[in-house]
């Protein structure tokens, strides 16, 4: 068998075009901008890529993007002075606050200081509690992303047994209500898990969220299961750094009913699911519909 290669980049790419399409009815019928505000403490270099790709993807789908560079030093009590602006600030929809944070800073507290109807990462503990509980919460965009990836190539996913290996507050735990939610049978793998091969077997859905390359080998994959790799790491190939995920693609894609490419798979879906988040949490905050097929 050879997978199905789920193409991220090119399902990014529609759910942009479905964002910004949504946008321009907005701003049409009712004269509302959705904006995004991001804050990014520092100078990681990482952290400003990510940064200036989700602001250039913020303008290209119509809505306004606000800025925050501040300084490596600058103190909790200006951070939290500014989200305590952005809070109150009608054109703000969306604030996300760039992790990691410089290692004075309490990133719970800061994050939690977010109004939760703006917290568009999802990582407020409101929402994560909203989530748990079956209710609308804002949802973290990666596995946000993967739902989406998922429900397209399987339609429902009801009865499917979901194997999420990583039980990280961003990815796995969310992951894990995500699949639920849409009554998959869910069992979560993590570093202490026995036989993780036999577990990851029992799959029709395996999705890898660990941080370790290439470690989901074929021989751990069920033959027609839809694997969603999760995984962004750089090392070194033939004496160039290159990107790989935390499945080992040639040999999954062997057995696999269907696979997502690293790079070009879930990636591309975190940014997207980002802008549906901010115009969600734009639509909710003047009681307006939230736009179909965006949401959890
Ligand atoms: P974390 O380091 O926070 O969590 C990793 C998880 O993997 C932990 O739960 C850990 O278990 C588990 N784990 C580690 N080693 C093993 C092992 N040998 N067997 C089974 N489980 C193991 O990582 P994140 O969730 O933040 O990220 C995971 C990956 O996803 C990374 O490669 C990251 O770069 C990528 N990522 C990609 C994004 C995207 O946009 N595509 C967004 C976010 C992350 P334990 O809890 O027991 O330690």
Known sequence: MTAT???????????????AAHVARL????GLVPGL???LVGEDPASQVYVRNKGTQTVEAGM??????????????DLLALIARLNTDPAVHGILVQLPLPAHLDSDLVINAIDPAKDVDGFH???????GTGQKAMVPCTPLGCLMMLRDHHGSLAGLNA??????????KPMVQLLLGDSCTVTIAHSRTKDLGAVCRGADILVAAVGRPEMITGDMIR???????????RVERNGRMCLVGDVDHATAAAVAGAITPVPGGVGPMTIACLLANTLTAC??????PEPEGLTA
């Open 5 to 19: 290669v789920i193409d991220g980049k090119a399902f990014a790419a529609r759910v942009r075009a479905q964002v």
């Open 27 to 30: 701003r049409d019928e009712h």
């Open 37 to 39: 505000a991001v804050v």
């Open 64 to 77: 306004q993007s606000f800025e925050y560079r501040l300084p490596a030093e600058t103190s909790e009590a």
């Open 125 to 131: 503990i409101s929402n994560v509690g909203l989530l």
């Open 163 to 172: 194997v999420v290996v990583g039980r990280s507050n961003i990815v796995g």
């Open 223 to 233: 033959p027609g299961a839809t694997v969603i790799d999760v995984g962004i790491n």
């Open 283 to 288: 639509c909710r905050a003047n009681g307006l």
